[in-house]
């Protein structure tokens, strides 16, 4: 175990960090990570209401379907099928020539994992605090090398079995994967069409790496052959893939650049429609297929804040957020569309799925992101509300004996506070948001929020007579 110890002064000049860093970056962005994120839940719900309007279901098999360019179009249960071969590249030998859409092979590497565990403890006299530092290690099977050279404790020395191979997953994904005769799918939607199964038939009863020969056993390819027990240094290998088969897709439909007459997909997204709908079919489908067709910086420009003169620093937390959620990858989290951070439909799915099935996993996956995102906005605003507050603690603890006690009382009665302010805060941001999208669920939360602080006045209020009339 290792023992360090800091003094008074040291925690005093860390709680002052806590202050400033609290103050101008954790608060600061939390605000903005919760607007962002509210401005695009409302956003994707009016989105996905004119998507439950405007959606069309679409047999592939019909020989022209240039009239559904420019509009958002549900293939149900449609054959899937991967037309270019694939292999894998650590693995030459596993390879299709047709029929496989995705190839994935997932090495893994048996070794030494190091956990730390902090624990501190305040000294009773002087203020200051004192940490033990305990490390456990246990072996696992690992998708990264991990360097032992930097473990506390020794004894624990990683080793590999195999030379040159690297760990981690690598996919291969098909260069051409088609939908009947007439619709060709972009990577993002092949990727979140995929039915995974178990592809060690492919390697057959060996699986080779230059030398060295890999035993199959309980759906892995192990190098030694598995004898029992593992030893620090063995690899092994699943070897999975997604074979041609049914697929349901809900996306915008346009022209392939690629294949001459050909048809592919591309985000439906929010745009401009004028007052009470005033916006002709054909203005609407240029709209839809001009607005599919913008990359992340296109879209960072339409949402960023200003950023001229002193708005640039008023406006730099949102900013940095909002390029964020317009860069990152938006569909290859998974099915459905994953989890989306720009306010867009553009989802696949293994299988058969009905128009309503799919318009209801993009629901769902709106609300698991809005949620996801939240919970961690709300638990980065109560922290920063927190950090204000740590020099109170550190300039309680210096009294002898007692210090301690009120120093972490007084923690705990502020983060309760605190907890109450946040909530304020985030209501807040969640009225603002729905009002401009949804003015009566803005409404709504704008009552809970005064329903919120008028309780905390109230509440306030007694405690204050209480003690008067104590």
Not at 38 to 44: G, K, T
Not at 436 to 462: D, K, N, Q, R
Request: glycine share 10%.
């Amino acid at each position: 175990a290792e023992v360090t110890h800091k003094s008074w002064f040291e925690r005093l000049g860390d709680s002052i960090v806590s202050v400033l860093v609290g103050l101008f970056v954790v608060i600061p962005f939390s605000i903005a990570l919760l607007w962002v994120n509210e401005r695009r839940n409302a956003q994707l719900e009016s989105l996905i209401s004119h998507a439950d309007a405007e959606a069309e279901t679409v047999d592939a098999k019909q020989k022209d379907v240039s009239e559904y360019d420019g509009m958002l179009v549900h293939l149900e249960g449609e054959m899937v099928k991967g037309l270019e071969p694939v292999a894998d590249k650590r693995f030459p030998a596993v390879k299709m020539e047709t029929g496989c859409i995705m190839l994935t092979s997932d090495v893994q590497v048996y070794q030494w994992e190091e956990t730390e565990h902090s624990e501190k403890k305040k000294d009773s006299v002087g203020g200051g605090e004192t940490t033990t530092t305990t490390y456990t290690y246990k072996k696992v099977w690992s998708s990264s090398i991990i360097n032992s050279s930097g473990f506390h404790v020794s004894g624990h020395t990683n080793i590999v079995q195999v030379t040159g191979l690297s760990a981690g997953s690598q996919t291969e994904i098909n260069a051409t994967v088609k939908i009947e005769d007439n619709y060709f799918l972009p990577e993002e939607l092949t990727r979140q069409v995929a039915n995974f199964q178990d592809a060690s038939k492919l390697a057959g009863d060996t699986l080779q790496f230059g030398s060295y020969t890999f035993k199959p056993d309980g759906g892995f390819f192990y190098y030694p052959a598995k004898h029992g027990e593992p030893n620090t240094g063995d690899f092994r290998v699943k070897l999975t893939h997604a074979p041609d088969g049914p697929g349901s897709i809900l996306a915008l439909q346009m022209k392939d650049k690629k294949y001459d007459g050909g048809r592919t997909f591309g985000p439906y997204r929010a745009i401009p429609r004028g007052l009470c709908m005033g916006v002709s079919d054909q203005d609407l489908k240029k709209r839809l297929l001009a607005q599919a067709k913008k990359d992340g910086d296109d879209l960072y420009e339409e949402e960023k804040c200003w950023d001229l003169g002193p708005f640039m620093c008023l406006c730099c937390c949102c900013n940095i957020v909002t390029y964020c959620f317009t860069h990152l990858s938006t569909s290859s989290f998974g099915g459905g569309g994953g989890l989306s951070l720009t306010p867009e439909v553009f989802g696949g799915w293994a299988g058969q799925l009905n128009k309503k099935g799919c318009l209801d996993s993009v629901k769902l996956a709106g609300r698991a992101t809005k949620w996801v995102i939240r919970i961690v906005g709300w638990l980065l605003l109560w922290a920063g509300f927190n950090a204000l507050f740590t020099p109170l603690e550190v300039i309680l603890d210096i009294i002898p004996f007692l210090g301690p006690y009120l120093g972490s009382g007084a923690t705990a009665v502020m983060g309760f506070v605190n907890f109450l302010l946040t909530l304020v805060v985030a209501f807040l941001l969640v009225s603002i948001a729905y009002m401009i999208y949804h003015p009566m669920i803005g409404l709504l939360y704008l009552s809970i929020t005064t329903g919120i602080v008028l309780g905390i006045g109230y509440v306030a209020t007694l405690l204050s007579a209480k003690q008067k009339h104590d």
